[in-house]
T-cell receptor, first 113, second 114 residues
């Protein structure tokens, strides 16, 4: 199994550009989420989804959109990139059960200039 | 809403020293607790987890954590650290109810010198 796959691994954007970070999992996990990791801030939840067609906001949703049209995919869209969105982004998934641990992707390092 | 506090931002130890990383959470209900580790350049990996039962849980690589409900704490321990334990450690908490997300602490960087 591939687990959680994130693409791209690295990306450089200019302010105002848009892009989509891809996330796919092959474990049939109902729950998927996006975190951003910044030095001294830990991981902060951006958006999450408990199943296809259902999404909800996390701690820092502004500037990001998500959709969940299939169980496998959970793309994160930056509509107009800003330097404050320079970060490492992690996608994670798990089964919906209460005691199911998260499985993380390898991360996407995004730089906005 | 739940929150997580990790007391130590950066811990520096020599090999063979004992380790204890503090983690406190705030939430009045039942929680699931986790410690994740992130080695340099890698993604997060689950170190150990607590859901119920014995409050002393053992994880991989000789780590353990103790859940003390009265103190809302879930401290991570290892009797003797190795250079390869150099990493960032994250405590995380999830309310034991449907639809809630996993909330992470800000992390503790552990540097072990050989």
């Amino acid at each position: 199994n591939a687990g959680v796959t994130q693409t791209p691994k690295f990306q450089v954007l200019k302010t105002g550009q848009s892009m989509t970070l891809q996330c796919a999992q092959d474990m049939n996990h109902e729950y998927m989420s996006w975190y951003r990791q910044d030095p001294g801030m830990g991981l902060r939840l951006i958006h999450y989804s408990v199943g296809a067609g259902i999404t909800d906001q996390g701690e820092v949703p502004n500037g990001y959109n998500v959709s969940r049209s299939t169980t496998e995919d959970f793309p994160l869209r930056l509509l107009s990139a800003a330097p404050s969105q320079t970060s490492v982004y992690f996608c994670a998934s798990r089964y919906r059960g209460y005691n199911s641990p998260l499985h993380f992707g390898n991360g996407t390092r995004l730089t906005v200039t | 809403a739940q929150s997580v506090s990790q007391h130590n931002h950066h811990v520096i130890l020599s090999e063979a020293a004992s380790l204890e990383l503090g983690c406190n959470y705030s939430y009045g209900g039942t929680v699931n607790l986790f410690w994740y580790v992130q080695y340099p350049g890698q993604h997060l990996q689950l170190l150990l987890k607590y859901f119920s039962g014995d409050p002393l849980v053992k994880g991989i690589k000789g780590f353990e954590a103790e859940f003390i409900k009265s103190k809302f704490s879930f401290n991570l321990r290892k009797p003797s650290v190795q250079w390869s334990d150099t990493a960032e450690y994250f405590c995380a908490v999830k309310a034991n109810q449907a639809g809630t997300a996993l909330i992470f602490g800000k992390g503790t960087t552990l540097s072990v010198s050989s």
